[in-house]
């Protein structure tokens, strides 16, 4: 059984640019959540989306978005990329809201994004 | 929003040592669950537990939710349990985690 798969696992980008990270829930799980995580700190909360549409936003400008698509895998999309972007993108899957490990967030190994 | 403390920030142990990590949260929560962040980056989850006490294995957690903390118990440590240890907690039914700053903890041979 698969679990939270991200891709790329690590890219750089320079100052300006876009970038797209991928995510695959874990099997049966309908709900993913993203988060960056700086050096040195936890992980912060940017979005949750389920059957998709946004559902939950942390505090994060308009620069950062994302999708779900039908088959609940979702991307995150940065642009106009800051050196302050750089971070490890977390993604994580749960059961939707009725499902039995509705409260469980499993997380995957993260893409490390380095902005130059 | 819920504040969420860990203690202590650093932890330097023998192999075979056992060590306590501590969760303060400034709130009622739903949701608090444990995480093993290995040097990879790999965000572990090693316990759910909003309230209560769990064992697995050489690792046990109790949350006091009355007194809003939790702790994590490691017995007999080895060098793979070395890493970042993470406490979150979510105040509503949003699973909307806060994350702690965590604890390093270095486990020597």
């Known amino acids: 059984d698969a679990g939270v798969t991200q891709s790329p696992t690590h890219l750089i980008k320079t100052r300006g640019q876009q970038v797209t990270l991928r995510c695959s829930p874990k099997?049966?799980?309908?709900?993913v959540s993203w988060y960056q995580q700086a050096l040195g700190q936890g992980p912060q909360f940017i979005f949750q989306y389920y059957e998709e549409e946004e559902r939950q936003r942390g505090n994060f400008p308009d620069r950062f978005s994302g999708h779900q698509f039908p088959n609940y895998s979702s991307e995150l999309n940065v642009n106009a990329l800051l050196l302050g972007d750089s971070a490890l993108y977390l993604c994580a899957s749960r059961d939707g809201p009725k499902g039995s490990g509705a409260n469980v967030l499993t997380f995957g190994a993260g893409s490390r994004l380095t902005v130059l | 929003g819920i504040q969420v403390e860990q203690s202590p920030p650093d932890l330097i142990l023998q192999e075979g040592a056992n060590s306590t990590l501590r969760c303060n949260f400034s709130?009622?929560?739903?949701?608090l669950q444990w995480f093993h962040q290995n040097p990879w980056g790999q965000l572990i989850n090693l316990f759910y537990i909003p309230s209560g006490t769990k064992q697995n294995g050489r690792l046990s957690a109790t949350t006091v939710a009355t007194e809003r903390y939790s702790l994590l118990y490691i017995s007999s440590s080895q060098t793979t349990d070395s890493g970042v240890y993470f406490c979150a907690v979510d105040g509503g039914a949003t699973n909307k985690l806060i994350f702690g700053t965590g604890t390093l903890l270095a486990v020597q041979p």
């Open positions: 099997s049966g799980h309908d709900t």
């Open positions: 709130d009622s929560v739903n949701n």
